[in-house]
């Protein structure tokens, strides 16, 4: 199925509708610091994250028949057929940091093919700042299109992800400040890369990490003309994602 620059179009604004909607609920919630539904290891799952999978759900459902691939209830429906295109969604990403009230978080979407993304959203709440990109649109901040500059070899962001060997990557991160004057750890790959995309920061790696919290951020970085994107499958739903001006 081939999507022209109209239904691309419609599509992208459906992503920010569907993200800034669900966004808009977390913001109102967040620091009411009620238990988590489950604490395992580094990771923590809690009830805004469900809520917010179905906000989007329903967003996206009304106006759009593609399956949904989300972090939290996986495939809603039904998986896809091979090249046919999905969404792919974080309700919440960067939980721990809404957990504990620091405004680092962001709800991403994405519209993609196989492990190509076609479009993306990122809303972040706290900063009221929706970024949408694809191909045709190319990088916008609410509704302004950007041209980013960015200053190679200065920020690069990372993260360790909850399931990641500590060793392994703490070993990453050492090597990789050996080369770049500073290091960001958000909390939260999908700001990560939306910020990447709008020139705050540089560069952006991270190992073993999930598709559906980098799917929207590596369409933003292409619309916005990065020089290098790299993702490679790691596992079902795991990859390796660098990213650099």
């Not at 610091?33 to 923590?44: A, C, M, Y």
């Not at 809303?123 to 916008?140: C, K, R, V």
């Amino acid at each position: 199925m081939s999507l022209s620059n109209d239904d691309i179009e419609f599509y992208t604004r459906l992503a920010g509708e569907a993200a800034r909607a669900s966004g808009e609920k977390l913001r109102k919630g967040r620091g009411t610091r009620r238990p988590p539904v489950s604490q395992i290891g580094r990771d923590i799952k809690l009830a805004e994250d469900a809520a917010s999978e179905a906000e989007i759900a329903s967003v996206l459902s009304r106006q759009s028949k593609f399956p949904i691939l989300s972090e939290e209830g996986g495939w809603l429906s039904h998986a896809p057929a091979a090249g046919t295109p999905h969404w792919v969604v974080d309700p919440l990403d960067g939980s721990f940091n809404y957990f504990r009230g620091l405004p680092l978080y962001g709800v991403s979407v994405a519209l993609c093919v196989d492990r190509q993304p076609l479009l993306g959203a990122i809303f972040a709440p706290e900063q009221d700042e929706l970024f949408l990109g694809n191909p045709q649109l190319g990088l916008h901040l609410n509704g302004q299109r950007m041209n980013p500059r960015a200053e190679p070899g200065q920020i690069h962001a990372t993260g360790f992800p909850a399931h990641a060997d500590l060793n392994a990557t703490s070993a990453r991160i050492t090597e990789l400040a050996q080369s770049w004057k500073k290091m960001r750890m958000l909390g939260s790959a999908a700001l990560s890369l939306a910020w990447v995309a709008a020139g705050r920061c540089d560069a952006y790696s991270e190992n073993g990490i999930m598709w559906w919290d980098v799917a929207a951020g590596l369409a933003l970085v292409s619309a916005a003309g990065l020089r290098d994107v790299r993702c490679e499958p790691v596992s079902e739903h795991a990859v390796n994602v660098f990213v650099a001006w």
